[in-house]
């Protein structure tokens, strides 16, 4: 149950908000009262003592069921079931993807889950450290090579950014966040930023959730537009499409 004020206390009235309204944002999206920080106490976000909104996160997505990725303009948020399977099947529709993010997201499908870290090392964005030659001899020889190369570099058409790549990917509904997981210390005291696990909808969900859907990618447009124009009257018809996609 919500404060008297409308705002959140805790992850489950995260995860009511979030079947309530279908689509929610996590921070300011540009139209008020569509976003996670509108509804939610200043304390809550850094939190001296128990959970907060960065911890709500992990769950919400897998107790409450929840897609959950940069949705909205390349910015994360939350989309529930009744609305996701019609999200992809517009968003695909209108989505091309380049080379390399063809063989990031065959490289997910391969594993079924990967966090961000495994997933950039798998798709060869993490280089391996070059070991330090002690011969002296072979050590000038490095470092002339390496002199050279900087004074005659390759040209090369650059490889598109890891964040770049999987921002498309989840723009395009063909990643979501599975769970962020996090580091301990030998104490068991978590410390850090959760690192993401990325996976697909058909693996997070199961396909047949999105395979049953028999509306064109046309009709879910209108679904998700009729809706979202009701949800938030304060905003421009050009907002709910930028939204939509």
Known sequence: MLMDNGMIANIEDLERLIAHRGFLPFFFSGIPYFSLDYYTPQELWFPDEGMGVWD???????????????????????????????FVNYRR????????????LSTIEEHQSLL???LKKLCGYVKPR??????????????????????????????????????????????????????????????????????????FFGRENFSQLKRTPAESHERIFRHLRKLLPQASEQQILKIIG
């Not at 962020?180 to 990325?198: I, L, M, S, T």
Request: proline share 4%.
């Open 116 to 118: 961000s870290k495994e």
């Open 93 to 104: 529709s209108i989505s091309k993807l380049s080379e390399q993010e063809k063989v990031i």
């Open 56 to 86: 709500w996160k992990g769950p919400s997505i897998i107790e409450g069921g929840f897609a959950y990725g940069k949705f909205f303009d390349g910015k994360a948020g939350w989309i529930s079931m009744d609305w996701f399977p019609d």
């Open 130 to 203: 070059r070991q330090v030659e002690r011969n002296p001899l072979l050590k000038l020889s490095q470092m002339a090579e390496k002199e050279l190369k900087a004074a005659h570099p390759k040209r090369t058409k650059g490889k598109e950014g890891f964040d770049t790549a999987i921002t498309k990917l989840q723009m395009a509904t063909y990643v979501v966040t599975a769970d962020f997981e996090y580091n301990y210390d030998k104490q068991g005291r978590r410390y850090g930023w959760g690192v993401a696990r990325y996976c697909t909808p058909e693996d």
